[in-house]
């Protein structure tokens, strides 16, 4: 028990903070709008009764913590993923559970696709030193390209190709999520020391056996380290796409309507179902890796 609130204590005091500054906040920034109603309708309203207007507005500048919650519990809890109109089961767009899916799925795809180039790449990065001195300079000045500013041309492109929807959402989030593999996976593979890789040669092992019988284990823990890194990026990545495609579904389109209409309480549910998005994936790695690291022996 001591072990376990030295662990909680700690966040739930963190947490308290900075809950009670955004309460502050938003009754700082929400409160010239309630004085701004009270004067044009000629209103009196005591300290409290102002207070309770600015934790209660219908579109405030800064939404409190328990509207957000409130919204968030309305559109998940509150409404199914799918709903039967016409005999037919079809997506329900109330709900925020499914604009998360609609974005989830290019980013576990655009995940994948980046995930795997960049190990590929890392491999060829760490087994030619040509590819070391011209390849990864190009993949460090692409991560300084504007992702706003690449992802209406990619799309523009790929749509007049004939592919749009999952496919350019996806590798948007590709392109953000291979550099942190790439970088991840070449400080992994050059990290067994030079009495190891001497060790392999007296066995007289090939290129590919240093690489899957040294190289390989010893980068798993910089693997999943980068991965957690390049999950956050991807799902970003889709998000952005999300914004200048004018998309009906998913989290990037969820708070681009909340902006049109001024609906900052949407926005920030969006905003959140994000986080609890990447959050939930990490934590999902991290699991992985504990197993994984166990599994070989090298569990922290």
């Not at 309460?23 to 309770?52: H, I, K, P, Q, W």
């Not at 040669?201 to 090939?206: F, G, I, L, P, V």
Request: proline share 5%.
């Amino acid at each position: 028990m001591r072990r376990i609130s030295g662990a909680v204590l700690p966040v739930l005091l963190v947490v308290g903070v900075i809950v009670g500054i955004w309460y502050a906040a938003a009754y700082g920034m929400n409160r010239a709008a309630t004085l701004d109603v009270m004067e044009r309708r000629g209103l009196e309203m005591s300290a409290g009764e102002v207070f309770a207007d600015t934790m209660a507005q219908e579109r405030p500048r800064l939404p409190a913590p328990h509207q957000v919650a409130v919204e968030l519990w309305n559109t998940t809890a509150g409404e199914p993923m799918f709903r039967e109109r016409r005999g037919e089961l079809r997506a329900n767009p109330r709900s925020l559970f499914f604009h998360a899916w609609q974005t989830l799925a290019p980013t576990l795809l655009g995940f994948a696709i980046g995930g795997f180039a960049g190990l590929l790449l890392a491999i060829g990065i760490v087994h030619n030193r040509a590819m070391d001195l011209s390849v990864m300079p190009w993949a460090i000045a692409s991560q300084t390209i504007p992702i706003l500013a690449i992802a209406p041309m990619v799309i523009v492109v790929l749509n007049s190709l004939g592919l749009s929807g999952l496919v350019p959402k996806s590798l948007i989030s590709a392109y953000l999520s291979f550099f942190p593999v790439v970088v991840g996976m070449a400080k992994g593979l050059r990290s067994p020391s030079a009495m190891d890789l001497d060790l392999m040669r007296t066995y007289s092992a090939s290129a590919r056996e240093v690489l899957v019988k040294l190289r390989l284990p010893a980068s798993i823990p910089f693997l999943f380290a980068s991965l957690k890194v390049a999950i956050a990026a991807a799902l970003v990545g889709t998000i952005v796409a999300e914004l200048p495609t004018g998309a009906r579904f998913g989290l990037g389109a969820r708070l681009l309507t909340g902006s049109y209409y001024g609906q900052t309480i949407q926005i920030w549910s969006a905003l959140f179902m994000a986080a609890i998005c990447a959050a939930s994936l990490v934590a999902l790695l991290g699991l992985i890796e504990r197993v994984t690291l166990r599994r070989m022996g090298l569990d922290r």
